[in-house]
């Protein structure tokens, strides 16, 4: 049996139903924005492979910094030790997370930085002897599949089958220019409740539920709200860390400061799974203290794995040079002018972008969620042309990897133009 026939025996896909779908596509190489498949396809990767590629796949200095690790400590249980990758990681984080965030907990990826913030801002109200038992978030929101971090994301078909054990959530709509009054007055009601714990939110553009951008003045306005009732406002920075937004981090486009930020996907350059959960200094206070049941007993098998954290090392030390910047900037220019081309065009909904983050949204009569029929036409369509791309519903986006060329992203986009074309207008 080929390996395809083999998967198909012993492997369960995330997201993916086990009968009707393709045969997945064996890749058996990957380097730079490049998906090298068993049959000799080289497809460009234009979502990073899941949002987490940010310096090219196999990057070299991210190879070497991990296998240099991998043959002297490859782990250690990190209660009770620690280490220099650990330390160097979260030192390099705190210089370029917004400015009052003061320690690092280590996780091991997007849902597990979710839950750890979470659980410590129920904790930081327990140890300060007060009952807050609830948590605002948005609509449409997507913070991870676990449950903690399935209950402050939005109820959809993903979540339905455990609905009943996801635990009670103050939902605000979305914001939008035509409803910012309504959402403060909503935001207003569920600070005055004094029974809420945290807010957590996508900084200015949701990611899972189709890159949907908003106000980031509104959104600042929301964090003061919060902050004026002592409410913990966690950043989940998981989508948009590390250069996505055209900024280190989307709450640099703010002019509040977080008190909890979650951190993952780009965190080690997309080569392996780590998770980042920072926090600020009155965070901290409430959990100073010798008394065990006051210390945050959470903690992971693999928390702060080495080789993970010199691979994170070395992915900052990428991002923060030069010629990284100046690709972000390079990207978030060609994105616009992609869209100046072809914002006009019948069958587009709307086009819109933050930094390196692109989407597309075509207009379809049907029911435009994840489960629309579009996503089948398109997703073969830019594989057929060598392009990954993978439609939310009617949308697609690009988040490449920023060593990505112009040439590239001009396959990318030509892809797209042709696809424009053939559509019925
Ligand atoms: C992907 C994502 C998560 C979950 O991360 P995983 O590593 O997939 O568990 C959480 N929050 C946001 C905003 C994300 O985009």
Redesign the pocket.
Known sequence: MNWVGRDKVSIWHPFTPLEGVDEPLHVTKAEGVYLHTENGQKIIDAVSS??VNLHGHSNPAIAEAISKQASSLEHVIFAGFTHQPAIELAEGLLEVLPKNQSKIFYSD??????EVALKMSFQYWFNKDQEKRKIIAIDGA????TFG?MSVGERSDFTKPFVKQLFDVDFIDFPTQHNESDVLRQFEEYLNSNDIAAFIY?PIIQ??SGMRIYNHKLLDKLITLAQNHGVICIA?E???GFGRTGKLFASDHLETEPDIV?L??GLTGGAI?L?ATSCSAQIIKEFQSKDLKKAFLHGHSYTANPMACAAGIASLKLLLDCECQQNIQRITKKHVEFIDSIKTKEIVKEVRSLGTILALEFKTDEDSSYFSEMRNTLYPFFIERNVLLRPLGNLIYIIPPYIITNDELEVIYSAITEFLKLSPS
Request: charged letters at 15%.
């Open positions: 899941w949002w990826n997007g849902s597990t930085a979710v997507y913070h991870g599949d971090s996508e990611g899972a989940d998981v989508m948009t979650c993952s996907k799974a998770g």
